[in-house]
């Protein structure tokens, strides 16, 4: 595998931010190979705030930057609310592109289920909102 200097300076940036690099020096200590992989299953996307990388981690999906505090939890109250699961595949998108179809909510007035465009306002300082647009 082969790198461009930008990917170095983020593989660079990542293992050397606090708890990244605790975690990668304790589970295994064989090599390159072994950051690689676990660099590759974990990392999601850039932030789009701050452009460090985002992990996923037991709970959610936080960025690298300790000044940072991007963070997409798995029990998001959106989709806890509409039965649906936030799953990595939603999560990589809305890093990526800012936005995803979502489809197989279920209404908690109808209890019927509906589909719509989930968009990622993440601009402030707090936590990431959410925006539901509806298509016809």
Request: aromatic letters at 10%; charged letters at 20%; a positive charge.
């Amino acid at each position: 595998m082969s790198y461009t200097l930008k990917e170095t300076e983020d593989v660079n940036h990542i293992t050397s931010s606090p708890g990244v690099a605790d975690t990668l020096h304790n589970s295994n200590s064989s090599g390159i190979a072994n950051v690689d992989h676990a660099l590759n299953k974990s990392i999601i996307g850039n932030c789009p705030r701050c452009k460090a990388a985002v992990m996923e981690k037991f709970r959610g999906y936080f960025c690298c930057n300790p000044n940072c505090k991007f963070a997409l939890f798995k029990d998001a109250g959106l989709f806890t609310s509409q039965k649906r699961t936030f799953d990595r595949s939603i999560a990589i998108a809305l890093v990526t592109n800012g936005s995803v179809f979502v489809t197989g909510f279920i209404s908690q007035k109808t209890h019927m289920p509906y589909n719509a465009l989930v968009r990622l306002d993440s601009e402030g300082d707090g936590w990431p909102q959410f925006r539901l647009e509806f298509v016809k």
